[in-house]
């Protein structure tokens, strides 16, 4: 290894995964007797992606690593280093990265530095922090690295089953990067809350206190937001543009979409109070009355919130809402969920429009552990071209799942339930409804160990 430091850090490529069904959220009002738009409207969500038991953390992780290497054709000897953040436990002391290193016994790659990172949906962040750190630290070997997230969000019936979704991201780091992570402007927030965590250890179910969980969530989004203004200023105090301004894309953790929509605004309500006199009646007309508002008193402030809802709306337009692609259509992946919205920008926003911007990127995880980091595109274009191009697989799989009837959706969220844990069990979900080349529970014997096969990939070994 050269003693340079490696320049230009960050995401060489991304792979994201979602399950092969879905039910419809529109449906699923009908169902559960809650009044019409009360999931679509309410909460922003369209669909949600469900895995039956066929799948189970451990699955999706080998999946999403599988894929992630064959269609950039890695070498399993080019990683060093391999994170899984997830809060999806299938075992209280067995990693889901030790599963996933039988991925690389072929290739007889045993050193891969890294374990799992748990907590609620932050570990994905963390696994990539992680992965940047090594990078840049003497340890580094020169290989890649793979930050990988994912979980399955499910809820006990009732009020908050539309809520859930799952999925996985899988992250190749190194140098050189079409996606950069900016240095030195990363702003963390942590603190001791009760909002939302998973004591019962028997249960796949959180215990959930929504109204907390959207406090601490947006205490946070504050916190974090106004630290990366003060690193920002003094990092680049020649830039004359504050807040807002300086991020072209704004991407957030997305517990469901309506409440992103909120966070543009709670931004927007940030920079107002950041700004001076003169700088509040020109780009804030007719919010004068907010003058003396603190954060603090207007979490659940309906006057605030609906004003900087409509003076934020355009910027939402502009800035968040093509993020919200595959939150809206999968629902709430949990670790990957930020990740997710990466993937959703990237594919709904012509890749010449992205080329040398800065993404703004918002991680929460309750508990509760957030922060604020930014990425700059390449000003590469054809290197960045050609990485978003890896992602044109995207938009047909997402249109070719199956949609299954809510009925059917309860039953088998009763499987996954009172299966739980169980040994020795062969799941009953179907295989044939997977996609191509996904890894699936094939038994968990009587000591508990579980074996997995892959349904076959298509013919370009990658779906």
């Not at 009908?30 to 369209?46: C, H, N």
């Not at 009837?405 to 009953?428: C, D, G, I, W």
């Amino acid at each position: 290894m050269s003693s340079n430091w490696p320049q230009n850090v960050g995401i060489l490529a991304i792979e994201v995964l979602f399950p092969s069904q879905y039910v419809d959220q529109t449906e699923l009002e009908t169902f559960d007797g809650a009044s019409a738009g009360k999931y679509t409207i309410g909460l922003g969500q369209a669909k949600m992606g469900f895995c039956s038991d066929r799948e189970d953390v451990n699955s999706l992780c080998l999946t999403v690593v599988s894929r992630l290497l064959e269609r950039h054709q890695i070498k399993h000897t080019q990683i060093g280093r391999l994170e899984v953040g997830t809060e999806t436990i299938v075992d209280k002391s067995k990693s889901v990265k030790s599963v996933l290193m039988q991925l690389f016994a072929a290739s007889g790659n045993t050193d891969i530095e890294g374990i799992d990172t748990t907590n609620a949906c932050y570990g994905g962040t963390a696994a990539l922090f992680n992965a940047l750190n090594w990078l840049e630290s003497s340890s580094w070997d020169g290989r890649y690295a793979l930050a990988v997230c994912a979980d399955i969000a499910v809820y006990a019936k009732g009020a908050a089953r539309p809520t859930g979704g799952a999925g996985a991201i899988a992250m190749l780091v190194g140098p050189q990067a079409p996606l950069v992570i900016e240095r030195g402007l990363r702003a963390t927030h942590m603190e001791h809350a009760y909002d939302f965590y998973k004591p019962d250890l028997s249960s796949e179910y959180p215990t959930v206190d929504g109204k907390l969980s959207i406090q601490c969530y947006l205490s946070a989004l504050d916190t974090c937001y106004r630290l990366y203004r003060q690193k920002f200023e003094k990092q680049q105090p020649q830039k004359s543009a504050l807040g807002m301004d300086n991020f072209d894309a704004m991407l957030f953790h997305t517990p469901f979409c309506k409440l992103v929509q909120k966070s543009v605004g709670r931004l927007s309500f940030n920079d107002f109070l950041l700004s001076s006199e003169t700088e509040r009646a020109q780009k804030f007309p007719g919010l004068e009355r907010f003058n003396s508002s603190s954060l603090e008193s207007t979490y659940f402030d309906r006057d605030v919130e609906k004003a900087f809802l409509t003076q934020s709306a355009q910027l939402f337009e502009k800035k968040t809402k093509k993020s919200l692609l595959l939150a809206n259509q999968v629902g709430n992946m949990y670790t990957p969920s930020v990740y997710s919205g990466l993937v959703s920008l990237l594919i709904s926003e012509p890749a010449a429009e992205l080329v040398g911007k800065r993404i703004g990127v918002f991680s929460y995880g309750s508990g509760l552990a957030a922060s604020m980091y930014s990425i700059k595109v390449t000003d590469q274009a054809a290197d960045f071209e050609k990485f978003v191009s890896k992602l044109d697989y995207v938009m047909p799989l997402l249109n070719s799942r199956e949609k299954v009837v809510p009925e059917q959706f309860s039953q088998l969220m009763e499987v996954r339930e009172k299966n739980n844990h169980a040994a020795p069990y062969t799941p009953t979900g179907s295989i044939s409804a997977l996609f191509p080349g996904t890894y699936y529970l094939k038994d968990v014997d009587e000591l508990h160990r579980r074996t997995y096969e892959r349904t076959p990939t298509i013919s370009n070994g990658v779906h």
